[in-house]
């Protein structure tokens, strides 16, 4: 129904902003990547937005970035996920480190965003491995190759390079420094050997 709604911030909240588009208040559900980014009170602001319906309520969810609405889109579509859940995990971590999360079946990294439990993680993964648009999500298409191949690591390489894509490494850079790690070591000394070859490089 809204595409966008675009005005000025009137309010935070802790899990919602106000946005006064022309005299009225839309009270906007958002993640903490979206309260942060919101900006000050009376600033101009764009919330890409979805309109969710229940039987009890309409509620707007909205988000600074297409890329954060887009993966919203894509994790309520997944049975069991609703909108709370989503923005949860959107909480937890960027459209693009979800993204990775998923594409490398990184259940640990679901798991922290409230409300997510094992069983929800692995249908997130089931469901969304396959359908997600590296693009939408901010991450780059080279990139998005490379983390396609990560589904045939081992657990611990997986999480190692899922680690060192949190920290800001490139996808390409992480996967050639967790390739030269010894593949029969645990995760933290696979991270240390990859971080020792990437502080090399």
């Not at 009270?27 to 919330?47: A, H, P, R, V, W």
């Amino acid at each position: 129904m809204y595409y966008f709604i675009k005005g000025k911030l009137a309010f935070k909240g802790e899990n919602f902003v106000v946005v006064d588009a022309a005299g009225v208040g839309y009270m906007i559900y958002t993640s903490l990547s979206g309260i942060e980014k919101s900006g000050q009170i009376g600033s101009e602001i764009t919330m890409y937005t979805h309109l969710n319906v229940r039987e009890d309520a309409m509620e707007l969810y909205g988000f600074i970035t297409r890329e954060e609405k887009t993966m919203f889109m894509r994790l309520i579509s997944v049975s069991g996920v609703g909108p709370k859940a989503a923005l949860a995990l959107l909480s937890a971590a960027s459209p693009s480190r979800l993204a990775v999360a998923i594409i490398t079946e990184d259940e640990k990294l679901l798991t922290r965003a409230a409300g997510v439990g094992p069983k929800a993680a692995r249908r997130i993964i089931l469901e969304l491995k396959d359908k997600l648009d590296a693009a939408e999500l901010g991450v780059d298409t080279a990139e998005a190759a490379e983390l396609e191949e990560t589904a045939v690591l081992t657990d611990a390489r997986a999480e190692a390079l899922s680690a060192l894509v949190a920290l800001g490494y490139s996808a390409s850079e992480a996967r050639n420094a967790v390739s030269g790690a010894d593949k029969d070591l645990p995760t933290e000394e696979i991270i240390k050997q990859a971080l020792s070859a990437l502080v090399k490089l």
